[in-house]
């Protein structure tokens, strides 16, 4: 309750300081909901070495997602608890910006969240927490809800979830992975404008209302990513 008291606060005051000048709060597109998660925008709570299985290894993984699992069982944790959080969440942004588009960016994959079953942990089967805050928000807030998933590239980062969005009267939208789209962490040797633009396709190709592209793929494609852009802008 104290943290959504605060997230509320946070919410409303940056809407006032919008609202002050109508040039800032016209530029404003849409806001995401982006309270629960490790370390980013991105939603989930699991830090990365939850769910990296390189190069750790599978048991490993599964062996670390059950300690963190087991810290945050005894500290309250429940799905219930955490979605009805972004419920608040949502309603706030969309309280104090009643005429923008929500958006909840994630990872794809199901070890973003402890996975408990009857009050026990249980790492190995499939969380449904994301996609349950993402059928929530969706059902709630219908095309003023965006769903944006952070893993696009040439042949991956549409996950299923997407298409049920689509489906229901939402909207969908994408970010560049950096290193599996034209720029690989390896030194950054592997740059090919071919990938960048595959994935881009398969974005629009997806109905994506926006790409987010990320600084890597920006600076060493300007021009791909300002041809592209025209053409979407052109849609």
């Not at 769910?51 to 599978?58: L, T």
């Not at 928000?137 to 969005?165: F, H, I, K, Q």
Request: glycine share 8%.
């Amino acid at each position: 309750p104290a943290f959504l008291e605060a997230h509320g606060a946070m919410i409303d005051a940056m809407a006032a300081f919008l609202r002050g000048d109508p040039r800032r709060y016209d530029t404003v597109a849409l806001v995401k909901n982006a309270g629960v998660s490790s370390h980013s925008a991105e939603i989930r709570i699991m830090p990365i070495a939850a769910y990296a299985r390189k190069p750790i290894g599978d048991e490993q993984a599964a062996r670390l997602r059950m300690r963190l699992c087991q810290s945050w069982r005894r500290a309250g944790y429940t799905q219930g608890k955490v979605v009805r959080a972004m419920r608040e969440m949502s309603a706030q942004i969309a309280a104090a910006f009643p005429d923008k588009l929500i958006g909840l960016a994630f990872v794809t994959g199901s070890n973003r969240f402890p996975t408990l079953q009857d009050g026990r942990c249980a790492p190995r089967q499939r969380n449904t927490t994301l996609n349950t805050m993402i059928r929530d928000m969706v059902e709630t807030y219908g095309d003023r809800a965006v769903s944006n998933s952070t893993t696009l590239y040439r042949e991956g980062g549409d996950p299923p979830v997407l298409d049920w969005v689509l489906r229901s009267g939402g909207r969908v939208a994408f970010q560049l992975t950096r290193q599996q789209a034209g720029c690989r962490r390896a030194g950054g040797a592997s740059c090919d404008p071919r990938e960048v633009e595959a994935a881009i396709q398969a974005g629009l190709d997806a109905d994506a209302l926006f790409i987010e592209v990320h600084s890597g793929n920006v600076h060493r494609h300007r021009a791909l990513l300002a041809e592209w852009n025209a053409r979407m802008r052109a849609r």
